[in-house]
Each structure stands twice: as structure tokens, then as C-alpha cells.
């Protein structure tokens, strides 16, 4: 197993699977029990190291250390030296001192973990660097489609919005091209340049018309529109991006029955997706929330719990 | 502990059909001992401690037709070992949909040599409920304790040498039935 969890590109489809395998030998563990705690982490300490707001993946990251009985340090860049102006690589040999046996590092510079993962001694996880990666999303998305859908190799993924500035977008394509799906993204031409979407995979397609991929695909993930793209023209309007790349009712219904709707949220409800869509059972946003827990102690347990 | 070689000499200890008496005794032990297996759980230690519970129930069914509820506990998690090593896959954790709250349970394990797996299964039952009572079941004991524990059902003794090894195949996992001695032979 590797050591550090900085892209999805560390995984090969073996290391992948296990995780996946070992994020439901955890779920079964923790579901419905007396004690939802697991020793395996006791005496480890696992470091929330967050420079950007985040309520889902903290809390995820935190509720899996805890059910393996690590010791957690939230550490938020708001309130800390680093608003005194430390650097990342003073505060990183601070809890190199402070003998952090894992970072969970959230940064708004891409590349952050990498970085980080020179000067510690402990594992390294990135939890969202930039506009570069979020491995473990990806990991839990793979894990929710598994789990509705019972494969991967061959399922027809596509990944709608802003798939230039999505870290989401960038790790769900590694991962799931890893594991043998067929990735297609969808979304106005300014936000998926060629260049970027041949880098990320050869085998990923590119279409600028959602509603001829919705009829093919297995899973649709929309992305979310951060409002700060809005003004830097990306697209005309608001409404004209909606109506061209949002998810709505009769979009919902050109999918085939089986299809499922995903969404890393937080969710712009009326914008990228309807609100009748993001409730509907096909969707899986709950339970991808749900399922990121699991998928986390197992990314904590199989970097910390060996050797 | 040091592994025999892969190459090293094997000697056979059971045999199938020897194998298959050995499981018909233990069942037969634990129906005497349990009075006819009412209120009891059997709960198989993955890899091989789970189908030997499966066949223990079987048993148990075809001698009085009494159906003994069985399921599998994965102790990984509660190793002592853990981060000795590199880290382990994890195996099954099934209890049967009638828990084990105020039932006797029965650890199903294929060998008993130091007894920290048993030490591991006891904590991890620790955290799944409140049996009445717990009890151990295994088909080789091979000796050298490290800690006091020991097995209410033996399917064989073995004596065996430190550096020895004792290796148990079974149908539903390796293919066959066998239980080979490996290692420190003269």
C-alpha cells in the first residue's frame, strides 16, 4: 500500500479496489453496533489541517479517526499563527514536532500536499488542494456507484459543469478511468478546454451537449458552479447555463431506469441541478455523505494501521 | 515467530476423511456440553475458522436437527500485532440477524497456538454485544500459549516444535481437506 494519499493518480486499480472493499468491511463494522469504535488507530494522531472553509469533508474526516480511535487535532487556518502569517512549512515541522502521525491537508494551492509531504514524516492525505484534486471523493463516489450499480469496469460515467477549475471532476476522472469506466464530460466549452480533458485521460470523451449524453449514461455527476466563475464570464448567464447544463425534471426523465444522479455538494438547488432532482430516489447526494465516513477510515486505516 | 520454508519437509496429520471425524466429534461435544446447542451462536474466526463453523452447524443439524445460528468475526482490527506488519486486508464481520446479546457463543478457529487471536476475538465481541457466556472451539492446539487462554472443544492435540508450523486446508478455501505438520522434521 502507498504511503501517502496525495492524487488519485497514487492508486492502481488494485490499491483502489482494496479500498473500496475495505470502506465496506468498514461500513458493515460500524453499521447498527453497540460500539461504533474500532481500535485500530488507538495511540495514532491524525491532524485536520484546513486552509479553505469545509463542513463535509472535515466532519467526514474527523467522524472516521475518531470511530478508529485516533487521537484528532482540528486545526483551522482561521484563528491560528497562520493568520500571523506562518508559512505552510512552519506550521508542517510544528506538527512534525508535535508527532502527527497523519495531515489531512485542505489547501487553496494546488500541489499543497505534495509539498507538505516532503517535510513530515507521517502520511500525507489530501482532502481538496486548488483546482488540482480531492482524492478521497472521488474514492467515495466510486464506492457510491459501486454499491447502487455493482460495477465500475464499463459503466458510463458523465461528469457535467465546471470540469477547469473542479478537483472533484479531476480525481473522479484518474480513479474511474482506473478502474475501467468510460468517462464522458459535459459542460460549456470554456470550462473544458481540450487540452485539459486529453491531459487528465486519453480514453475520456468530451461533449458540449448534455442532453445527447443523458439518454447513455449509467451516472451523472453534476459539478457545482462556484459563484465566483459567474463573473469571470465563463458563460453569458446564470439562467442560459442552467437551461443548457443544468439537471432538471425532463432531463431527469431521459435517463435510463436504472441511471443514478450525483453530486459532491454543496448543491446550488435551481441552478445546476433542480430541486425535485436532487430529491428524487435516484438520486445518491445522502448517500454519498454517508458513504464518505466509511471511505475515509478506510484511507486512515490502510496507511496508519501497518507498518 | 520464524516461518518454515516454503520447501521445508511436511508431514500429513489429518486426512480428509479423518478431518471429517474430527468436525463430527466437536459437534457431538458441543451438543453434549450445551445441552442439544439451544441458545447458541457459532461464530467462525476468518479465513478458515468460518466454513469449520458452517460444517459444525451442519452437523449439529443433521445429528439432531437443531439449526445453530452462524456468522464470522473478523478481529484484524483488534490485532496486537497491527501495526507490526504491513496492514492487513480486512475479512467478513456477519452476525446472524439474531445477534449474540444473551446467547453462548461459540469461537469456531482452525488453530489455537498463542492465543492472541482469541484474545483479539474476545475484545471485538466486547464491542458487538453481551453474550451469556463464551466459548472456544478449534480444531488443532498446537500448544505454546502466550497468554491464559484455552479451547472448551479440541479437535486434535499437536505437539509441535516452535519453529514447526501447522497447516490447515479446507474444501471451501484451498481446494482440499488436510492438516500437514511443516517444518523441523527429523
Known sequence: MIRHLRSAADLDAADATLILDTAGEMASLTGGREVKKLPALRGRTVVNLFYEDSTRTRISFEAAAKRLSADVINFSAKGSSVSKGESLKDTALTLQAMGADAVVIRHPASGAPHRLAEWVDGSVVNAGDGTHEHPTQALLDAYTMRSRMGRLDGLRVAIVGDVLHSRVARSNVLLLTTLGAQVTLVGPPTLIPLDVAAALSEKTQVSYDLDAVVPDSDVVMMLRVQSERMQDSYFPSAREYSRRYGLDVARLRKMPEHAIVMHPGPMNRGMEIAPEVADSPRSTIVEQVANGVSVRMAVLYLLLGGK | ?186
Open chain 2, 1 to 186: 515467530m520464524a516461518q518454515p520454508r516454503a520447501d521445508a519437509p511436511s508431514k500429513i496429520i489429518l486426512e480428509g476423511s479423518d478431518l471429517h471425524r474430527v468436525v463430527d466429534r466437536i459437534a457431538h461435544q458441543i451438543l453434549e456440553k450445551t445441552s442439544g446447542a439451544t441458545g447458541t451462536v457459532l461464530l467462525g474466526i476468518p479465513t478458515r475458522g468460518v466454513p469449520l463453523a458452517h460444517r459444525l452447524a451442519a452437523r449439529i443439524h443433521a445429528f439432531e436437527g437443531v439449526d445453530v445460528p452462524v456468522g464470522s468475526l473478523d478481529i484484524t482490527l483488534y490485532r496486537d500485532d497491527l501495526r507490526m506488519r504491513a496492514t492487513r486486508a480486512l475479512g467478513k464481520t456477519e452476525l446472524p440477524p439474531g445477534g449474540i446479546d444473551g446467547l453462548r457463543v461459540i469461537l469456531v478457529d482452525d488453530v489455537l497456538f498463542s492465543g492472541r487471536s482469541v484474545r483479539a476475538a474476545l475484545d471485538a465481541l466486547n464491542d458487538i454485544g453481551r453474550p451469556s457466556s463464551v466459548q472456544l472451539a478449534v480444531l488443532v492446539d498446537r500448544g505454546h500459549r502466550q497468554l491464559p487462554i484455552r479451547a472448551d472443544y479440541v479437535g486434535k492435540n499437536i505437539p509441535t516444535a516452535l519453529a514447526e508450523s501447522v497447516k490447515v486446508t479446507l474444501t471451501e478455501v484451498d481446494g482440499s481437506d488436510e492438516v500437514r505438520l511443516i517444518g523441523g522434521l527429523s
